[in-house]
């Protein structure tokens, strides 16, 4: 079973522009979810939404930053469950940003995963994640 997922993402912005969308709340909340992150090494923070009705994730990402190198590198702990309390998710977010063609390539590489379920989903919140994140800094770019 795959245990990872792994996505790559090219914005036409500079690499700082693009770390500023993973690292300032105020924009991460623009794509992703309500947070109180902080670019510290150690620091705990949460990802929070509202769980729509029937979905299998109880609302809250329990995290904290592992790796920190501006405008390069940036990873931390993804730990949350679901609703029901029948299993938990402990797993790892790691973001590489990589200078490329008068634009960023944004890597994702979200590891950790025991249950299929659990990849697909992430997987296809990521996806809608990070159009949200294209649309939104190209809107502001204009």
Known sequence: MQKEITQKWFFSQSP??????????????????????QPVHGHKFCFTFTAKPGSLYE???HCEVLEIKPYTD???TWNGGTQ?????????VAWTLVPKDNGTELQLRHTG??????????????NSC??????HINNVQQ
């Open 84 to 92: 029901d309390k029948s299993r938990a998710f402990n797993s790892k």
């Open 16 to 37: 700082a522009e693009v770390w500023d969308y993973l690292t300032k709340p105020e924009l991460i909340e623009q794509w992703l979810m309500k947070t109180d992150f």
């Open 74 to 76: 940036l990873s931390y």
């Open 113 to 126: 995963f025991e249950f299929p379920d659990d990849i697909l989903n992430h997987s296809n919140g990521w």
């Open 59 to 61: 609302g809250i990402v």
């Open 130 to 135: 990070l159009k949200k994140m294209e649309d």
